[in-house]
Structure formats: C-alpha cells, structure tokens
C-alpha cells in the first residue's frame, strides 16, 4: 500500500495562492488527498510519489511568485493512524 506525503507551502498572505498550488498539483497529475489553508500557509497531502517527481513538483509549487518556501514535513500522527 502506498503511503502519503504532506507538503508545508509558506506564501505571502494572498487571495488565490490555495488555487495556484492546485493548479500546480494538477499540471504535474499529482494525486491530491487534502489540503488545508491558513494565513501564509497551505498544507496539501498527496499520493506518495518518486523523489524525481516529487522534486519536480516542489519545483513548479516554487514557481508561483507568493510562494515563499516549500517543505515536505511528517504526517499528523491522526494521518500516520489511517495508512496503517
């Protein structure tokens, strides 16, 4: 069974930066599974996927001008619960 990888996306306060990530996912058919919006943070959960792909990924997220960083981070213990 594959697992998941959680992305941290740090971005300037903006309206639309959640969409601009997703489009992102999309153009990379990318399998999303959550995504959670904050002020100048998006946390996105996706397939796990390769290191290449996922490196080309962080890649075209970092494009997006109001991005600031991208990080992938460890799964909420909540999450870790469901894979297993």
């Not at 306060?13 to 959670?36: A, H, P, S, W």
């Not at 959960?45 to 460890?74: C, G, Q, T």
């Amino acid at each position: 069974m594959k697992g998941n990888i959680r992305l941290e996306i740090r971005t300037k306060d903006t309206i639309g930066i959640t969409l601009k990530i997703l489009e992102k996912l999309y153009e990379n058919e990318d399998r999303f599974k959550g995504c959670r919006g904050f002020s100048k943070k998006v946390c996105i959960k996706i397939d796990e996927i390769s290191k290449e792909r996922l490196e080309k990924l962080i890649e075209r997220i970092s494009e997006i001008e109001e991005v600031l960083s991208v990080d992938e981070v460890e799964l909420l213990s909540n999450e870790k619960m469901k894979e297993n």
